[in-house]
């Protein structure tokens, strides 16, 4: 009739009558076979074919515009949407009646449901057609990530880039955490981007008291300590200044899942934009699942935050534990990827691997890279300034 079903962007789900669906799928086999017909639908029907050939005799018969195929679909495809929204609004109800109901679990459910594409996703694209936009970022020469407060680093990773799982890993008491609220307060001071800190072993009080003792270089141990001098309060003053207009927004809830977390970052994007999400720490995560394997549950948290930093196109920085590091000496070794804890599935999801090492707290420390998808694996020594909370570059001094 002048048309190609390929033209209109409708499934066979989307048509409430069983009989229809089957008709469509056979129209589209039809077409990829050869020329649309009543005898090559009714081939493609398979042994139901012969019980409708009346009825598709009937349909072929009826005058069919060209032109209207595309508005066509378009009801079906409202139809099967509102058809698929009272579906969502009986297993709500479903849910909300049922024993001892979880309304995060609830709104998580419907916020994935809702989340999903109705009808056909065309997301394919080739090379030649991604050839121009990726030609004019290599003319920008903008670089693919934003900077971290590491340039050596920077040098290696190329920055933090959207969609992408940086794994930063340590020992229990090394500096991670101190790591990533440096980070976390690098973009939002220099990048002015909204980071989203799911915290699941510090307060948002301890986060400030560092983000304090970073921003005015005053001793961290004074700040807990409350033993408070003239000086001190000079540069208090100075830091809360600076951190004002802080856009480090901090769940500090200890039990969080990788769903709440989830929930929490979209929530945050649709309110106020997104730059970062940072999640301390992998290990520690609450399952969904208790009887679920430990493996399995880290593998699903690491698979999880991949899959978030690439649906809200951000980076997305995951802290993460490591085995206790000793030779056969007894002695403190250089950590590898694989003594990350828990799951080798870490490794595989990540985009980049980071091992924070600092053998006996001498000085320099060293972020290892060790594995760079978009970059390139090596050393990047870094001064441990605990005492400003701060991990500085290595060429900045304690005194500087």
């Given at each position: 009739n002048g048309w190609h079903p390929a033209d209109?962007?409708?499934?066979?789900?989307?048509?409430?009558?069983?009989?229809?669906?089957?008709?469509?799928?056979?129209?589209?086999?039809?077409s990829e076979t050869g020329t649309v017909s009543v005898d090559s639908v009714r081939l493609a029907l398979g042994p139901s074919g012969d019980k409708s050939a009346v009825w598709l005799f009937d349909l072929w018969s009826r005058p069919v515009v060209a032109a209207n195929a595309p508005a066509l679909a378009e009801r079906i495809r409202t139809a099967a949407q509102i058809r698929d929204l009272d579906n969502l609004a009986i297993r709500i109800k479903q849910a909300t009646a049922g024993p001892m109901p979880d309304p995060a679990a609830i709104a998580e459910s419907i916020r994935q449901h809702l989340d999903r594409p109705f009808g056909t996703v065309r997301d394919v694209e080739t090379i030649a057609e991604a050839l121009p936009r990726v030609i004019d970022q290599l003319q920008s020469a903008e670089p693919s990530g934003l900077s971290t407060p590491w340039p050596d680093l920077?040098?290696?990773?190329?920055?933090?880039a959207p969609s992408r799982l940086y794994v930063v890993a340590g020992r229990p008491g090394r500096g991670k955490s101190l790591l990533a609220q440096n980070l976390a307060a690098w973009w939002s001071q220099t990048h002015r981007l909204p980071t989203y800190f799911a915290s699941m072993e510090m307060t948002t009080e301890e986060l400030t008291n560092r983000s304090i003792a970073q921003a005015g270089k005053i001793e961290l141990d004074a700040l807990q300590s409350r033993d408070l001098r003239e000086s001190h309060w000079a540069k208090i003053a100075t830091a809360q200044s600076t951190l004002m207009d802080s856009l480090v927004h901090v769940c500090p809830n200890p039990t969080q899942t990788i769903e709440s977390i989830r929930s929490g970052a979209r929530d945050l994007k649709r309110r106020k934009g997104?730059?970062?999400?940072?999640?301390?720490?992998?290990?520690?995560?609450?399952?969904?699942?208790?009887?679920?394997p430990r493996e399995q549950q880290v593998a699903e948290y690491s698979r999880g935050l991949k899959v978030l930093a690439k649906e809200l196109d951000v980076p997305a920085v995951a802290l993460s534990q490591l085995r206790r590091l000793n030779d056969e000496n007894g002695k403190p070794r250089r950590p590898t990827m694989s003594d990350l804890r828990e799951?080798?599935?870490?490794?595989?999801?990540?985009?980049?691997?980071?091992?924070?090492?600092?053998?006996?707290?001498?000085?320099?420390?060293?972020?290892?890279?060790?594995?760079?998808?978009?970059?390139?694996?090596?050393?990047?020594?870094?001064?441990?300034?605990t005492h400003w909370a701060t991990i500085a570059p290595a060429y900045q001094r304690f005194g500087a």
């Open positions: 209109v962007d409708i499934t066979a789900d989307e048509f409430h009558e069983p009989r229809h669906a089957a008709t469509w799928t056979a129209i589209l086999t039809a920077d040098e290696h990773i190329h920055g933090l997104l730059g970062l999400i940072v999640v301390d720490y992998l290990q520690i995560i609450t399952p969904r699942d208790r009887r679920i799951s080798g599935a870490i490794e595989q999801d990540a985009d980049a691997v980071l091992l924070l090492h600092q053998p006996e707290h001498e000085q320099p420390a060293e972020l290892l890279v060790a594995k760079a998808r978009a970059g390139r694996t090596g050393r990047v020594p870094v001064t441990m300034q």
